[in-house]
């Protein structure tokens, strides 16, 4: 596709449960990264995809936070027994592997626990 | 731990008036950095970007930003504002040798027509 994309774009769960959320980059990009915003706190760094070598997952929160990217390219976020702090949006960026052409984002997906 | 600061909040300026967001890093070596901005309802956008060479950078829809290592500093600038800058923006930066940048909290920037 023209950009990344993200879906859903809203998710509204109850506390507890668990949620996928997915990410499509844009086709060729070898890198993929996943970020948190929440209001007032910036971007939160969770999660990068770097072609097929191993994620770093240095900045998922909690163990309850896992993602794979299937093939190179689609990319899943899993919350499990999702909390009310988990509330956010969910950010998906992809790059060509090289950091000179900065980073595409998509428009994210809003999570809220309720 | 590297980190990046962005020193305003919130800014709030009519249109026409002159714009600077500051942006500091605090990494001592080589350093990649760039602005990002997100306009109300839309996904981010990269602004600029300086890898290397000139330290004054120039971008989209009229900003520039310049890098003064001394300062460990990367200021956006706009000399006249428009009602359409409303946005959010993001410094970032991101150290020599790694693939995850650091993303600074963001200032709001409402301008008043």
């Known amino acids: 596709g023209a950009g990344v994309s993200q879906s859903p774009s809203n998710k509204v769960t109850e506390k507890g449960k668990d949620v996928e959320l997915r990410c499509d980059p844009i086709s060729g990009h070898t890198a993929l990264y996943w970020y948190r915003q929440s209001l007032g706190q910036g971007l939160e760094f969770l999660i990068y995809f770097q072609g097929n070598s191993a994620p770093d997952k240095s900045g998922l929160p909690s163990d309850r936070f896992s993602a794979e990217r299937t093939g190179g390219s689609v990319s899943t976020l899993t919350i499990q027994r999702t909390q009310q702090e988990d509330s956010a949006v969910y950010l998906c960026a992809s790059s060509p592997g090289q950091a000179f052409y900065g980073y595409t984002f998509g428009s994210g997906t809003r999570l809220t626990v309720v | 731990a590297q980190s990046v600061s962005q020193h305003n909040h919130h800014v709030i300026l009519s249109e026409a008036a002159s714009l600077e967001l500051g942006c500091n890093y605090s990494y001592g070596g080589t350093v990649n950095l760039f602005w990002y901005v997100q306009y109300p309802g839309q996904h981010l956008q990269l602004l600029l970007k300086?890898?290397?060479?000139?330290?004054l950078v120039k971008g989209i829809k009229g900003f520039e930003a310049e890098f003064i290592k001394s300062k460990f500093s990367f200021n956006l600038r706009k000399p006249s504002v428009q009602w359409s800058d409303t946005a959010e923006y993001f410094c970032?930066?991101?150290?020599?040798?790694?693939?995850?940048?650091?993303f600074g909290r963001g200032t709001s920037l409402i301008v008043h027509p």
């Open positions: 300086y890898f290397s060479g000139d330290p």
């Open positions: 970032a930066f991101l150290r020599g040798g790694s693939y995850i940048p650091t």
